[in-house]
């Protein structure tokens, strides 16, 4: 049996605190309500005057979009048509509000002890269009799904799939090429919803009125589940807007909405405004890639040394200590370090050197660099940077130009993503292992340089059975990637949200995805 959370209702609480005054951080208690395969985390985002709500039949929610939102997601859909995604089309499996994989369209699974043959059996139920859900439906849904990831990413990450097949009527079995521990967190992406006819099979059903999208839980009978008594008044609505994020922040303020999805760096300085009573700032404790991809391999970046003479001048904890962000983990690693499966190989860099030592050696590269213009041909080292539009931005750059500056490098802001020799690149981990960084960093990713060999070692680690050899091939992949000095790592990502103190449906995870259906139920 798996437990859908049942979500308080968030009251309209005004406040006089005054700005700038941080709120601490408030997990909610959350209550559930056992059900038997409801445990579908549907993701949405809304926007609505939630306070507006009397009756608590709508919740509101308001998640932060801007323009250059498919440049900050690059490779990824932007997060509010993630969740659309989820909400009106889930997977096999799913993931609830603390981010803990749960059942979807599949009520169960079994592993085999070689850990390379997941087998799910489906639900009793129907697909949208009336047709019976059964594996062999189930299956081209899926075989689908992973074709629209072509060219991607996530195809890499999913290139651990040997075989999909139909065991029985509502039995579906994938067979993997070597075991994958975190393979259910895989399958339970937004990007795997399965449409049948181009129709997903819920939690959630929707309807658009203009920029506001509406998304309503649907009776758990329709989906094959056990009927839940009084399921009207039980559950509530939820409508769904982007909002720039000065206009969520703002809403969220007034109390129109309860709680803010999809903060970034660029935008934290906004929260400042936050009083206590009126929420709380949630930072989810995420790992992933936060730093500047080289997009330019011409002039000064044309050098691996030069390009780690900019990695050397970063004083990273001194790139975050503006935003007063505790707990925050600088790195000079490309794969997050402590993993399950780090062979520790490759360790942070020039742990021995103080931050003066290091900007010493790389203004010396610099100069020698300046220095080696042949044909007396005068040489500048200067560096566009792409950043995100917003005031944590403005910080980042100028601290991340002081730094540079150290040693003799002039930066300047990119007038594009185009245009830009160097480009943020601020991803989370969608499931932690050294492979997922090494993927978003491949030439599938198409963000900036990247180098085919190294995509081919770690191709080759896909099929690798043995876990310390795929960790030491994995290894040898981080070592030459490193050494090239393409990607020039801050340290972790930071993502935020603003929660109403009795919201319930909610947690901060690792993955920093907050699903819609909690949200979606009224408290007892």
Excluded at 86 to 99: C, K, N, R
Excluded at 130 to 139: D, R
Excluded at 272 to 279: A, C, D
Excluded at 304 to 329: H, Q, V
Aim: glycine share 8%; charged share 25%; hydrophobic share 45%.
């Amino acid at each position: 049996m798996s437990e859908a959370p049942m979500a308080a209702f968030a009251g309209c609480v005004k406040s006089t605190r005054p700005k700038g005054m941080l709120a601490p951080r408030h997990v909610p208690a959350l209550s559930s309500l056992r059900l038997a395969a409801l445990s579908v985390l549907g993701a949405t985002l809304a926007v609505l005057p939630g306070c507006g709500s009397k009756n608590g039949s709508q919740f509101a929610i308001a998640v932060i979009a801007g323009a250059e939102d498919h440049l900050q997601s690059g490779i990824d859909r932007p997060l509010a048509r993630q969740l659309t995604r989820s909400a009106v089309a889930e997977g096999l499996v799913s993931f609830d509000e603390q981010g803990r994989v749960v059942p979807a369209l599949a009520d169960r699974w079994i592993v085999t002890d070689d850990g390379q043959s997941y087998i799910f059996r489906l639900r009793d139920g129907e697909w949208r269009n009336g047709e019976p859900l059964t594996a062999k439906s189930a299956k081209a849904a899926l075989d689908a799904a992973i074709r629209a990831q072509r060219g991607m990413p996530l195809e890499l990450d999913l290139a651990t799939i040997d075989e999909i097949r139909v065991m029985a009527g509502r039995v579906i079995e994938i067979r993997l090429f070597r075991p994958m521990p975190y393979f259910l967190q895989l399958m339970a992406q937004p990007e795997l919803g399965l449409l049948r006819d181009k129709q997903g099979d819920g939690p959630m059903t929707v309807e658009r009125q203009g920029k506001l999208a509406r998304f309503t839980p649907i009776q758990p009978s329709r989906l094959g589940l056990p009927e839940v008594p009084n399921w009207d008044r039980r559950v509530r609505q939820l409508a769904l807007t982007e909002l720039p994020a000065a206009k969520a922040v703002e809403r969220f303020n007034e109390g129109e909405v309860d709680l803010v999805l999809g903060g970034r760096i660029q935008d934290f300085p906004l929260t400042s405004s936050v009083g206590i009573l009126r929420g709380t700032i949630q930072l989810d404790p995420v790992i992933g890639l936060f730093g500047l991809q080289v997009a330019r391999g011409q002039g000064f970046l044309g050098d691996p040394r030069n390009r780690e003479a900019l990695a050397l001048a970063l004083d990273r904890p001194g790139l975050i200590a503006p935003f007063g962000l505790s707990g925050w983990t600088p790195s000079t690693r490309l794969v997050s370090p402590g993993l399950e499966g780090d062979l520790q190989t490759n360790g942070e860099r020039w742990t021995d050197q103080p931050i003066e030592e290091r900007r010493s050696a790389a203004a010396a590269r610099v100069r020698e660099w300046l220095q080696d213009a042949e044909g007396g041909t005068a040489r500048t080292a200067k560096v566009s940077i792409w950043l995100p539009a917003g005031p944590g931005s403005d910080i980042l750059f100028q601290r991340i130009a002081n730094d540079f500056g150290t040693i003799g490098v002039t930066s300047e802001r990119a007038t594009s993503f185009a245009a830009a020799d160097l480009r943020l690149v601020d991803d989370v981990a969608r499931f932690p292992r050294a492979r997922w960084f090494l993927n978003r960093l491949s030439c599938a990713a198409r963000r900036g340089l990247c180098d085919p060999e190294v995509d081919a070692i770690v191709a080759q680690a896909a099929r690798v059975v043995d876990a310390s050899q795929r960790s030491a091939v994995l290894g040898e992949a981080e070592a030459r990637l490193t050494q090239a000095n393409l990607f020039i790592p801050f340290g972790t990502p930071i993502r935020w949200s603003l929660v109403r103190g009795n919201v319930a449906g909610f947690a901060p995870n690792a993955y920093a995805w907050h699903p819609l259906m909690p949200l979606a139920w009224l408290p007892k």
